[in-house]
């Protein structure tokens, strides 16, 4: 850990949004374990906030709280999506304590390899979050991978995610394509790739993966 954040400016800095403080304090304590951390910490309390901070900070790492709020979820899974294509090498360390297996799907099919439960021991904390920094493959924590007890979902494309996001609101794969101003069929195949992907098998499994996101 040191290593990383010492040399050649790899990382300059831990921004951890917590919108709890007694979790962020947790979180705080948890990285000053670490040799090398020491002040390197910023605490972010309102998503909106994290937008600036981040560009302003190129080169760092973000631990993401993921709530059971439908009203934070869903800002919690815009900052994601803009994450991802703004810093598409970075990696973004989710700490969670909704343990909903189609969130915890999407969120992996958004392209978040790092997935941590709130109720694991600090020790695996520390020890998934040095990990990141080296590994290229997906990093769940145990009980994160006992909750899915099944392979991963692929990620999404940009397209499937437009896909998904039109019919999550409650729209057709006609008025999607219309909105999107795509081919019935090429949204069609976009919607039955994303499925696959997500694990969900019929209509109804996309309707509560909907209600989940947006808390409807």
Request: glycine share 4%.
């Amino acid at each position: 850990m040191k290593k990383i954040i010492t040399t050649s400016n790899e990382l300059s800095q831990i921004m951890v949004i917590m919108p709890c403080v007694l979790t962020a304090a947790g979180i705080i304590h948890q990285l000053k374990t670490g040799p090398g951390i020491k002040d390197a910490i910023n605490i972010i309390k309102d998503i909106d906030d994290a937008y600036d901070e981040i560009l302003n900070k190129p080169h760092s790492m973000v631990v993401l709280n993921i709530s059971n709020s439908s009203k934070q979820l869903a800002d919690e899974i815009k900052f994601i999506k803009w994450y991802r294509k703004e810093k598409p090498n970075k990696t973004i360390v989710i700490y969670t304590h909704n343990h909903k297996v189609s969130i915890l799907k999407y969120l992996s099919s958004l392209g978040v390899r790092v997935i941590i439960s709130q109720y694991e021991l600090p020790s695996i904390f520390m020890e998934m979050l040095i990990k990141s920094f080296s590994s290229s493959i997906a990093l769940y924590s145990p009980m994160i991978k006992k909750i899915l007890q099944e392979q991963m979902p692929g990620e999404l494309t940009v397209c499937e995610i437009q896909v998904i996001e039109q019919l999550i609101l409650g729209h057709n794969v006609t008025q999607v394509a219309q909105h999107l101003g795509r081919d019935v069929r090429t949204v069609s195949s976009h919607k039955r790739h994303a499925m696959e992907k997500l694990g969900l098998h019929c209509d109804k499994d996309l309707h509560v993966l909907g209600c989940d996101l947006t808390g409807k």
